[in-house]
Nanobody, 115 residues
């Protein structure tokens, strides 16, 4: 069982930055995939950024060049650095990991970008 706790959300003005953190309950060495998803009101949940074992990353086209995902194995944590935020980035952001083929989700953290 893997438990995830996200933090770092909040209210920020357009053009500002936030860093989200997702702490896992155990070692993330054996976790194959870690990612950040978001869900805006009335929209489906979408992948924002993902990172796999070995460090390869992928990003949604809408955030490429503005967001960066990283992981700190020693701290069992995955981060999402969000820069140049836009009003359309407003959403609840969720952390997800895949461990032994099972998906685990955090409860989400709200990011609100004011224009």
């Amino acid at each position: 069982q893997v438990q995830l706790v996200e933090s770092g959300g909040g209210l920020v003005q357009a053009g500002g930055s936030l860093r989200l953190s997702c702490v896992t309950s155990g070692s993330i060495f054996s976790i194959n995939f870690m990612g950040w998803y978001r869900q805006a009101p009335g929209k489906q949940r979408e992948l924002v950024a993902g990172i796999i074992t070995g460090g390869s990353t992928n990003y949604a086209a809408s955030v490429k060049g503005r967001f960066a995902i990283s992981r700190d194995n020693a701290k069992n944590t995955v981060y999402l650095q969000m820069n140049s935020l836009k009003s359309e980035d407003t959403a609840v952001y969720y952390c997800k990991v895949v461990h032994n083929g099972v998906n685990y989700w955090g409860k989400g953290t709200l990011v609100t970008v004011s224009s």
